[in-house]
């Protein structure tokens, strides 16, 4: 049961820039929707310096909105399915509930900021709740015109599979409506440090060959993978295609890179090629972990730039937006059964976030609204461990987790 005490519209505490501020194409084609994050705190953590008061909270958003001002405006659709930002400060929303249990959850746009923009603007705001000053390499890069197209407009130079092709289906099926519409279920899968290590270690021990050792998101995405292709399999069909989609950070990937404090959305989506389950069950993990490597290579600063000639060049970027925030909304990029979505959080220092009264407990996904959505995210042990938020169709929730954890010892 939740109670909702107060509903307030929080406005920048000082005068901000006014007007339209002209949007990335890569914020034109991200999800339009709310992306809701679960911050839980303890309420008697021993660490408290400062008692939680919601006028704190409301007074230090005030001040965090001089300076992410962006968030303060309203988003307006315009011609070609793209959206234009209105800089007028109306302000944010700040509900104060609450309920048996203890938890904060924000809500963000998505076609605003990506995971990092959303972390660093919280980290602020904690920041000034704790009575704080933000220093200057802490100041938000607003301009987002540093991620646009060239000019004048080139021909993309590549052929891009993330928007060009569509998923692959069950064979058999002509319908994905019919696998979207199976009941899922949502599970968290905890790995130790040295379950994360022997993953690690295992996939680069199959590689055979001495380059870059794959990462921990590598070995466990692939891993992940190739568990779901095991559950999922039917009528012993190995030749069923399955492909994953993953975002990408871009920012260290550009040249000259985006500022340190970009903030917009700098993520791409990015997918690997069509593989079929037989080939990920017989080869070694190093198999879907080097597929999985292909699809975050390609992403160099040709390929980004690339990306951006192509957006800009559409005349509506409606099928190339990716609503995976609301259930059952997601407009023919159905990404479920034979096909995951693989998201990496690995590098958001949530547990940083401290509105001075400690720090989280736990931090995670509001919703994972479709078949095959996952994050891969950190644990609030810091001792090497992750934690792992998945929705699968609850026929292999099971099943899956059994497999998960057999098939690493």
């Not at 690690?200 to 466990?220: D, F, L």
């Not at 959305?265 to 389950?277: D, E």
């Not at 720090?359 to 996952?374: A, C, E, I, Q, T």
Request: aromatic share 10%.
């Amino acid at each position: 049961m939740i109670t909702i005490k107060s509903i307030s519209m929080v406005v920048p505490s000082e005068p901000t820039p006014n007007g339209l501020l002209q949007l990335s194409e890569s914020d034109q084609v991200a999800q339009w929707t709310h992306a809701p994050i679960i911050h839980i705190y303890r309420p008697n953590n021993t660490n408290n310096t400062i008692p939680f008061s919601f006028e704190t909270m409301k007074d230090s958003l005030s001040h965090t909105l001089v300076h992410f001002y962006p968030l303060a405006g309203r988003l307006h659709w315009i011609e070609g399915g793209r959206l234009e930002l209105d800089c007028n400060a109306i302000g944010v929303q700040l509900l104060e509930a609450y309920s048996e249990g203890t938890l904060d959850e924000l809500a963000l746009s998505h076609t605003m900021v990506d995971g990092q923009s959303a972390t660093n603007f919280i980290s602020s705001w904690a920041k000034l709740a704790r009575g704080d000053n933000l220093e200057d390499h802490e100041m938000p890069f607003l301009d987002r015109t540093v991620l646009r197209s060239s000019e004048p407009l080139m021909l993309p130079r590549f052929d891009h599979i993330e928007y060009t092709t569509k998923p692959p289906l069950l064979i058999g099926s002509t319908d994905a409506n019919e696998e979207k519409n199976k009941e899922t279920s949502v599970t968290l899968l905890k790995l130790t440090k040295e379950q994360v290590e022997g993953l690690k270690k295992r996939a680069n021990q199959e590689m055979g060959v001495t380059i870059r050792p794959y990462t921990r998101y590598e070995a466990i995405a692939g891993h992940m993978w190739r568990c779901a292709c095991k559950v999922r399999v039917v009528d012993n069909i190995y030749d069923q295609p399955t492909r994953v989609r993953l975002g990408l950070d871009i920012r260290n990937r550009l040249k000259p890179a985006l500022p340190q404090r970009y903030f917009g959305n700098a993520i791409f989506g990015t997918v690997t090629s069509t593989c079929l389950y037989g080939d990920l069950l017989s080869k070694p993990l190093s198999y879907s972990a080097g597929k999985l490597r292909e699809a975050i290579e390609r992403m160099t600063d040709e390929y980004i730039r690339s990306i951006l000639d192509f957006m800009t060049s559409q005349k509506h970027v409606g099928g190339l937006r990716c609503n995976f925030h609301i259930r059952g909304n997601t407009e023919g990029i159905f990404l479920g059964n034979p096909n995951l979505s693989l998201d990496s959080w690995l590098n958001l220092p949530f547990y940083d976030l401290d509105f001075g009264w400690g720090k989280p407990v736990y931090v995670g996904p509001g919703l994972l609204n479709m078949d095959g959505k996952s994050f891969i995210m950190p644990s609030p042990a810091f001792d090497g461990s992750l934690i792992i938020a998945l929705r699968l169709q609850t026929q292999y929730i099971d099943s899956f987790k059994k497999i998960f954890y057999e098939d690493i010892k």
